[in-house]
């Protein structure tokens, strides 16, 4: 897909027509690519891509704990929480523009991406059953 306004068509397309599952895993997923991104560029010296990294995982982070439901979920107010924390760490991360704390942070990050990934994966082949059946 070489053609720009294609690619952004078909970027479109699958944000709308992902169930919430997997627009959440999305999120996670994008969330780590920033971090990964950040850590190289804080390898390479290069504070500015670093810090633009890092700040669109915080924009990912306030996303996250802005549409947790925390009377739906008895473990939202403990994500809630570890989003805090992982927002604080990060704009640590980008004023110190240490990247030990970045690794730190998608230490913590993947295991909950990889979580959501699965139950995004389980609930739709539930839902995929029910139609069947």
Known sequence: MNNPSMRARYL??????????QLLVMLYDRLVLDLVRAEEALGTGDRENAAKQLMHAQDIIIEL????KTD????AAGLAELYGFLLT?????????????????????????DAW???ATEAAALTSAARVA
Do not use: F
């Open 12 to 21: 479109a397309d699958t944000v709308n027509t992902a169930s919430p599952g």
């Open 117 to 119: 990934r699965t139950a």
């Open 65 to 68: 704990r802005s549409s947790l």
């Open 89 to 113: 760490q990060l704009i640590q991360a980008n004023v110190r523009a240490d990247a030990t704390i970045v690794a730190s942070c998608r230490s913590l990050v993947e295991p909950l991406r």
């Open 72 to 75: 739906v979920w008895d473990g």
